[in-house]
């Protein structure tokens, strides 16, 4: 039933609809009274969407054969899921897993994550594409 709750808060995140509990069980199905038997309030439903959000984007970063390839990785989870990204990284400080898969070089996750939130948040050109590989190239060697 967790679980059901917590697709339930996704899918209303990723439609840019507010997560309230009211909001949850309709869209989960449930009475409102059983969400309440799993977690206290909306903000704890939204802090286990943000936990499976960043356990998404942890295993695909991840499973890249390579930095390049995990920076790639990186930005095209933030462009499909351009408002779960914005809520990861935004009502509070949750950005220490994504901080973790790239330790040792905080400045490769900086510049990715800049880049990750360009992608998903305008007009893909031409230009923001071959960027894209340059700053990659640049930030793989980084300090």
């Not at 967790?2 to 009211?22: E, P, S």
């Not at 790239?102 to 800049?114: A, I, Q, S």
Request: glycine share 4%; aromatic share 6%; net charge neutral.
């Amino acid at each position: 039933m967790r679980q059901l709750i917590v697709t339930a808060a996704t899918a209303l995140v990723d439609r840019d609809h507010a997560v309230t509990v009211r909001a949850v069980s309709r869209e989960a199905d449930l009475p409102t009274s059983s969400i309440y038997q799993h977690f206290p309030d909306a903000p704890a439903i939204l802090l286990a969407v943000c936990r499976n959000a960043f356990a998404e984007l942890s295993a695909v970063v991840l499973d890249a054969p390579d930095v390049h390839a995990a920076g790639l990785a990186y930005r095209d989870f933030a462009v499909r899921h351009p408002r779960r990204y914005r809520v990861m990284f935004g009502a509070a400080d949750l950005a220490e897993p994504a901080v973790r898969l790239f330790e040792g070089n905080t400045v490769l996750w900086l510049g990715l994550h800049g880049l990750a939130h360009q992608w998903a948040s305008s007009r893909r050109t031409a230009q923001l594409s071959a960027v894209t590989s340059r700053l990659l190239t640049s930030l793989e060697v980084s300090p």
